[in-house]
């Protein structure tokens, strides 16, 4: 699994779901669920905590999920979402206007989930973080919808501002599945967004998503009534820990085929699977010995190879003084060389109407003599892509991802 810089066609095809919320007559707690966990804890009141992207001691990552991303509780019940920053962006999200587009993204076919949304589709209902016409050949300049970026809570109304801020950021009374939206906007590491659920919640299922990244990441609580069994904090963390063990044990086989399969001169950035919602977030070889002038290749994927920058630069996102979420410029713009134009499309295109990978997109940050700044900056591309450095004088090279803490490397070239 890799981070896609087409994020946009994710959040364009939950916009079918939530065209369509305002005629959903359904209700917001759908009975008749099972729970997904068993406790001998029945008291109501209870305290317990969701990982949103986690740590793993096996190896530097980050995760599109929510951990756990089920549970049972109790009405009044309080839900700390706690937030483990990796690079990537993730807010904590919930809703009756989320709830309903969910319940309609799900009927979809896979096709109408995956391709251009269906021609009845109306307008946007609510605002994602990155807006559906952002032109990602430039991230920089993409505008956040300050309303997802930002902490937003909706008492009443069926849709949220877009690029605006919302009026209200702090929540005023317990999530009683009513409020159209409940959002944390994005969080920075360590924080905690606390859900506190009302007293009387009317047992049923209650959905939360990411609004950067779409119905990719969700997850969702079922409320049981107070006589029936639900998750204590324990069960609740054990269940996210397995949760994590079993993503990292479908990465980590990669990861290790990342490390042994590396060619002389070559480096693969980043490594996963596309049934696991977790990338390895290292470059393999993490350090590579080349001599002066020998070309040196990463395959970045949506990462970068930085050398020299300044802190600032590193992560992705950067909130100003006033609460305005955006893109860390800096982090996203070549330094020492010259970009070719952007493909296309945003990338190689593969062939139409075949699900063929796009080929890979090559380019070449030409050569460098070790002083001053080197970055590669974004490459916007739907496949991978392929970048050539040429360090021309000895030296010992440290360089990072800007876009990922603690993603680093090491070029020695003699």
């Not at 009141?45 to 509780?73: C, W």
């Not at 030409?366 to 021309?392: E, H, P, Q, R, Y």
Request: hydrophobic letters at 35%.
């Amino acid at each position: 699994m890799k981070r896609s810089v087409a994020l946009v066609a994710v959040v364009a095809l939950f916009v079918v779901a939530l065209a369509a919320c305002g005629d959903d007559d359904d209700t917001t707690a759908q009975s008749g669920t099972d729970t997904t966990a068993a406790s001998t804890d029945t008291g109501s009141g209870k305290s317990v905590r969701v990982e949103v992207d986690n740590r793993t001691d096996d190896f530097n990552s980050y995760s599109i999920a929510y951990f756990p991303d089920k549970l049972t509780v109790h009405p009044g019940t309080d839900v700390k979402f706690h937030m483990n920053f990796n690079g990537e962006p993730h807010t904590v999200t919930f809703g009756s206007s989320i709830d309903k587009a969910l319940g309609i993204f799900d009927k979809l076919t896979p096709e109408q989930q995956n391709g251009p949304p269906p021609p009845e589709v109306e307008a946007l209902k609510i605002p994602f973080v990155i807006p559906d016409d952002a032109d990602f050949s430039d991230p920089a300049n993409v505008k956040f919808n300050q309303s997802a970026a930002q902490p937003c809570f909706l008492a009443s109304g069926e849709t949220a501002p877009g690029a605006a801020p919302c009026d209200v950021q702090e929540a005023k009374d317990a999530f009683d599945g009513s409020q159209p939206i409940v959002n944390s906007g994005l969080l920075k590491d360590d924080d905690e967004f606390d859900v506190k659920l009302a007293d009387d919640l009317a047992p049923g299922t209650y959905s939360w998503i990411c609004l950067f990244h779409g119905p990719e990441m969700r997850g969702e609580i079922t409320v049981v009534a107070d006589s029936a069994k639900a998750d204590s904090a324990a069960d609740v963390k054990k269940a996210g820990d397995s949760q994590l063990d079993a993503i990292v044990a479908k990465v980590k086989p990669e990861l290790e085929k990342a490390r042994s399969g590396a060619k002389p001169g070559e480096v693969k950035a980043g490594a996963g699977t596309e049934d696991a919602p977790m990338e390895a977030t290292e470059f393999s070889p993490k350090e590579i010995t080349v001599k002066a002038g020998t070309p040196i290749t990463w395959n970045l994927s949506f990462h970068t190879v930085s050398f020299n920058m300044s802190e600032d630069a590193r992560t992705d996102i950067a909130q100003d003084s006033d609460g305005t979420w955006h893109f860390n410029a800096k982090t996203f713009t070549p330094v020492g060389y010259t970009p070719p134009p952007p493909p296309a499309g945003g990338g190689g295109d593969g062939p139409p109407s075949s699900d063929a990978p796009p080929p890979p997109t090559n380019v070449d940050g030409g050569s460098w003599d070790g002083t001053g700044s080197f970055n590669s900056g974004s490459i916007g591309a739907d496949g991978d892509v392929f970048f050539k450095l040429t360090i021309t004088k000895p030296g010992t090279y440290p360089y990072v991802c800007l876009l990922h803490p603690d993603m680093e490397g090491v070029v020695k070239v003699t």
